[in-house]
């Protein structure tokens, strides 16, 4: 117990190196350290036979909208998001390793939403609706959702590359900026729709 508790506080550690290095490489870049529609952020690290993989998007993203889902087509796009990022086979495909998916954490504010309202489609009724979503627009012009996946891998050292399939599922997310730190490299790349493999090796 104690040795994995050990294991997860170094991860943990090595992800807060892997923040504060992307923030450094990417200073010279206007758009990082903002939150800017079509980029998000991938942090990947690889210690002893696990593998961490970490994605940061603005909600708009993934969702079209970042205010906090109220109508009926909003929670259904919230819930479509939430069950593509549960595929995480269909998010990502590893060359070598042979990695296995141990935990998987999805965090989308916008899920955390309950709804007081009863369905009534008079027009006041819709008016105020419309209204509401439209504070919550400006309120909530931030949100961020985050995913978290655990692997274990036989062998790690035969990792090779990790395919990103987030583009072909997201229209918005147009590119990525990824750090990523095995135990002997460290590297960071900008992910498009046409340059989607992380080289690890």
């Known amino acids: 117990m104690k040795i994995h508790i050990n294991k997860v506080m170094l991860l943990a550690f090595i992800f807060s190196i892997l923040l504060i290095n992307a923030k450094y490489l990417y200073a010279q870049d206007n758009h990082f350290g903002t939150h800017v529609h079509g980029l998000s952020e ?8 696990t ?4 994605l940061e998007s603005p909600a708009f993203n993934l969702t079209a909208f970042e205010y906090k889902a109220v109508t009926e087509q909003e929670l259904a796009i919230v819930k479509k998001v939430a ?4 595929k995480h086979d269909e998010l990502f495909s590893f060359s070598g390793g042979s990695c296995t998916l141990i935990t998987k954490e999805i965090d989308i504010p916008s899920l955390n939403t309950k709804s007081k309202h009863k369905h009534d ?20 012009s931030h949100t961020e959702i ?14 090779l590359s990790i395919t990103v399939e987030l583009f ?6 147009q590119q990525i900026h990824t750090q990523w730190i095995t135990e002997k490299r460290q590297g960071a790349v900008i992910l498009n729709a046409d340059k989607n493999i992380i080289h690890l090796r």
């Open 146 to 159: 985050n995913a978290s996946y655990r692997y274990h891998c036989d062998n790690a050292s035969e990792l």
């Open 83 to 86: 069950f593509q990022l549960e």
């Open 168 to 173: 072909g599922l997201f229209q918005g997310i």
């Open 121 to 140: 489609h008079s027009k006041n009724a819709y008016n105020a609706q419309h209204s509401q979503n439209t504070k919550h627009n400006k309120l909530d």
């Open 51 to 54: 593998l961490e993989i970490h």
């Open 42 to 49: 991938l942090m990947i690290a690889i210690d002893g036979q």
